[in-house]
Every structure is written in C-alpha cells, then in structure tokens.
C-alpha cells in the first residue's frame, strides 16, 4: 500500500464559513434566482468575489476578537464587539446548471435537489414549505458580521454590484432569513436553532 501526498489546503482559496465558520452575532441569508442574462451576472459576480471572505480572512478575524476580548478584560474593560463581517456565496444544482456547468460533483442527493428528495427525508413539501423554496432557488448570499449595520452596509455594497432592484439587475432576491446569537442557554448554538 502506498501513502499519497495530499498537498496542502489553500485556505486563501476556502470560503470562511467552511472550515473555521464567521464569527457572528448576525446573520442575513438572502436565497436567489439568477435572471436570463447569465453572462452579465458572471461579469458582477467576479466584482463581488473580493466581498468573499476566505478561511485565511475568518481565521484572522477570530484571532483579532480573542486578542481583543483578552486585552478589554486584562484592563478591566467591557470587551465590547469590534467590527467583523463574513461573506460567503453557495450556488444549488439549479444555479450551478443555469450557470452553463456540466460538471458532477458525484453527489446525487445535491444533483436530485432537496425538494425532490424530500418525502424520503421525512418532510412534505407541501403545504409546509415556504413558497419560496417550491420553485427553483440558485443560490443563497451569506453576510454575518457584529451588527445589523455591518451587515446591511457590506449587503447593500453587493447588491449594488448585482444591481438588484435595478433594470440591469441579474439576480432576483425570493427569500431572505435573518437569524441572532441565541439567548442563553442556547448560547453558541446555530442562530436558526440547530
């Protein structure tokens, strides 16, 4: 048996969200559909690339907080939030077809879709599922960050790039869901609860 050398991750080309996840008080999850004109939201999507934040970035992100955090109570100061935000982007098989890419990721369940595989997870899609979620979804915008500001302010950057609610807009926003630190003693659980 030989041992293959597995180079090393390039955590500069991982989105933050997935290995180290965002450090955030909030969070705003904006679900989309891509309109028709594709080629105009390959060119604006590589304009919100740089919003993205890698693992590199979060990593860093959560050091400054910790460091942050240490010196406040070594002084005897509230360690109040200091500014953070997170940006990652996900795309479903509906987006990823729309976006013209053949390739197979060799998961059939992501390919299927979850609405098509939902009664053998146990969940009806009607009438439970929001509306929303009924039709096909592209992909889903992630901002988390320390407040409300932050979020909405890095959020309304990408949108303008996107020109959503614009004539040249080449994305259309179906759902949004904002979620909160949970209240002890859920404390540093998934803001939606899981």
């Known amino acids: ?15 933050g969200d997935i290995l180290t996840g965002f450090p955030k008080r909030l969070e705003t999850l904006v679900f989309f559909t891509i309109n028709d004109n594709v080629d105009a939201f390959r060119v604006q999507l590589s304009q919100v690339v740089p919003f993205i934040t890698t693992t590199t970035q979060a990593t860093d992100t959560r050091k400054d907080i910790a460091e942050h955090k240490a010196n406040a109570l070594a002084e005897g100061r509230d360690p109040k939030t200091i500014p953070a935000v997170g940006v990652a982007i996900a795309f479903s098989q509906f987006g990823i077809t729309k976006l013209g890419i053949k390739d197979s990721i ?8 979850q609405r098509n595989i939902a009664e053998d997870l146990g ?3 009607d009438p439970n599922w929001l509306p929303a979620f009924k039709n096909e979804v592209h992909g889903v915008l992630v901002v ?41 003693p859920q404390k540093g659980h998934e803001h939606f609860g899981f």
């Open 144 to 184: 988390a960050g320390d407040s409300e500001a932050t979020i909405e302010s890095t959020l309304g950057d990408i949108q303008r790039i996107l020109g959503t609610g614009t004539d040249h807009a080449t994305i259309k926003e179906v759902h949004r869901v904002t979620g909160n630190v949970r209240p002890p």
């Open 123 to 125: 969940d009806k899609v």
């Open 1 to 15: 048996m030989s041992v293959v050398d597995t180079p090393p991750l390039d955590l500069d080309d991982i989105q």
């Open 106 to 113: 060799q998961d059939s369940s992501f390919e299927t879709g």
